[in-house]
């Protein structure tokens, strides 16, 4: 069973950084798409980041273009968002997403979610 837990979410203030993982147990990790989603009250899920395989590309949403960077280490089976320069609008749940297509078949897999608050 494919397992993604994230970690590191929390309360910060403005102005201030987190850095937030993603374990993945029982998956190819170097064979998917790792992206970072977040989940504000009383609005839609939204993309913050990915990162492609075997390459490494990485697309951003223009809300926080400059202060995140997503990362990936392949011997861990893990990927990272730093967070920096946070803002108030950062505030929301952030999902890990591992993502596949192969054979015109799509493996599509969440975490559970970690609380990132930005507030002084």
């Known amino acids: 069973q494919v397992q993604l837990v994230e970690s590191g979410g929390g309360l910060v203030q403005p102005g201030g950084s987190l850095r937030l993982s993603c374990a993945a147990s029982?998956?190819?990790?170097?064979?998917?798409?790792m992206s970072w989603y977040r989940q504000a009250p009383g609005k839609e899920r939204e993309l913050v980041a990915d990162?492609?395989?075997?390459?490494?590309?990485?697309n951003y949403a223009d809300s926080v273009k400059g202060r995140f960077t997503i990362s990936r280490d392949n011997a861990k089976n893990t990927v990272y968002l730093q967070m920096n320069n946070l803002k108030s609008e950062d505030t929301a749940v952030y999902y890990c997403?591992?993502?596949?297509?192969?054979?015109?078949?799509?493996?599509?897999?969440w975490g559970q979610g970690t609380q990132v608050t930005v507030s002084s």
């Open positions: 990162i492609s395989t075997p390459g490494g590309t990485t």
């Open positions: 997403n591992a993502k596949r297509y192969r054979y015109g078949s799509l493996s599509n897999y």
């Open positions: 029982n998956v190819i990790f170097s064979t998917y798409t």
